[in-house]
C-alpha cells in the first residue's frame, strides 16, 4: 500500500505539471512514465513475476505478466496508450523532442485510463480508493489524514476539510517547536511563532488615550504608536510564516490555496484538553476534488519534513 500511495502522488505531481505553461509541462511525460514503470514493478513483485530487464519496455512488462507467459499472470490494459507514452518520452529525453499541449493532454489520459482500469484487476481496489496517508511517516498527521478520510466517507466533508487544516497545523508546528532543539526551537522557527491573538489597534489606543489638548495639533502621539505597532506584528507575523513555509520546501502558491479552501484553525486553551476551533466564510460548501486535492498536499508535504527534521 506504502508504494501504491506513492505511485498515486507521484501521478498527482504529474497532473500539476501538466497544468503548468510549456515548457514546465514537458516534464510531466517523464512523471507520468514513472509512476506507470513503478506501477509495473510492483505489479510484477506483488504476482511473484520475473521480467526480463533487456527486453522492450511494452513486451517486458504486458507479455511478461500475460497469463499466457506467466500462469499468475494479468491481462493488464492500455497497451497501446503506454505505447505512446514510452515512445513521447524516449523522444523527449533522449533526442530533445518536445511534447505539445494536445500530446500532454493525450498522455495525461492515457495514464489515468491504465491506472483506472489495472490497480482494480491487479490489487482487487480502486486507483482513487488507495490511502495516501500510507506515504505519512509522521503518525498524528497520519491519523488525522485517516481521520478526514473517514468523514469525507461518511459525508462530513466540513469537518473532513476541518481535520486536514489540523493535520497541516500539526505537521508545521512540529518543525517549528522541536523538544531536542536550543530552547526548544527549531533551525525553522525564526523565533517563537507570533498567535496573532494580540490586542487589536483599538484596544491600544483605547489605553493610550490622551485627553485633547488645545495646543496639541494632528492625530495623537499614542494612536499613532498603537497603529504601527499593530502594522508591524502583522507584518513580522507574516513574514515569520512565510521564511518557514519557504525554508520547509512548501510551495507558497500551494499552501494559499491550501488555506483559502480549508477551515481556519485556532485553538481552545481554556479547556482541560486543547480543542482546535474553526472559522469558514459564508456559503463555505467544498466540493469532492477539492478535498481530495488538499489531501494530496498534506500527504506530498509530510515526507519531506520529516527528511528535514532527520537531517537537522
Known amino acids: 500500500m506504502k508504494n501504491l500511495a506513492f505511485i498515486r ?24 512514465h514513472d509512476a506507470v514503470e513503478m506501477f509495473l514493478i ?45 515512445d513521447l518520452r524516449n523522444g523527449f529525453k533522449h533526442t530533445a523532442g518536445f511534447p505539445g499541449p494536445v500530446t500532454i493532454a493525450d498522455m495525461k489520459a492515457d495514464t489515468a485510463h491504465f491506472f483506472e482500469e489495472n ?6 481496489l480502486a486507483f482513487d480508493d488507495i490511502d495516501l496517508a500510507a506515504v505519512v511517516q509522521h503518525d498524528q498527521t497520519r491519523t488525522y489524514l485517516k481521520r478526514a478520510a473517514q468523514l469525507d466517507s461518511e459525508g462530513n466533508r466540513l469537518e473532513a476539510m476541518s481535520t486536514l487544516a489540523v493535520a497541516f497545523e500539526q505537521l508545521m508546528t512540529e518543525q517549528v517547536n522541536d523538544a ?85 484553525v485556532s485553538w481552545d486553551y481554556s479547556k482541560p484538553e486543547v480543542t482546535p476551533i474553526f472559522t469558514v466564510e459564508p456559503g463555505y460548501a467544498p466540493n469532492r476534488e477539492e478535498f481530495e486535492l488538499r489531501g494530496h498536499e498534506v500527504s506530498g508535504q509530510a515526507p519531506n519534513r520529516v527528511v528535514l527534521n532527520k537531517e537537522t
Not at 58 to 79: M, N, T, W
Open 119 to 124: 490497480t482494480p484487476r491487479v490489487f482487487g
Open 9 to 32: 502522488l507521484l501521478h498527482r505531481q504529474g497532473i500539476e505539471q501538466s497544468l503548468l505553461p510549456e515548457p514546465l509541462s514537458f516534464t510531466s511525460v517523464l512523471t507520468f
Open 42 to 86: 510492483v505489479t510484477a513483485e506483488h504476482l511473484g513475476a520475473v521480467v526480463k530487464d533487456r527486453d522492450p519496455f511494452i513486451k517486458r512488462f504486458f507479455e511478461g505478466l500475460h497469463p499466457s507467459s506467466f500462469a499468475d499472470g494479468v491481462e493488464l490494459q492500455g497497451q497501446y496508450g503506454i505505447k505512446r507514452l514510452n
Open 180 to 264: 531536542d532543539a536550543p530552547r526548544g526551537l527549531s533551525v525553522y522557527s525564526f523565533g517563537k511563532r507570533l498567535s496573532g491573538r494580540g490586542l487589536r489597534a483599538d484596544q491600544l489606543e483605547s489605553f493610550l488615550y490622551e485627553p485633547d489638548h488645545a495646543s496639541r495639533r494632528g492625530t495623537p502621539v499614542g494612536i499613532v504608536w498603537a497603529r504601527e505597532h499593530t502594522q508591524t506584528r502583522d507584518a513580522t507575523q507574516a513574514l515569520q510564516e512565510g521564511m518557514r513555509l519557504m525554508v520547509l520546501g512548501v510551495d507558497f502558491h500551494q499552501y494559499q490555496r491550501f488555506t483559502q479552501l480549508t477551515p481556519g
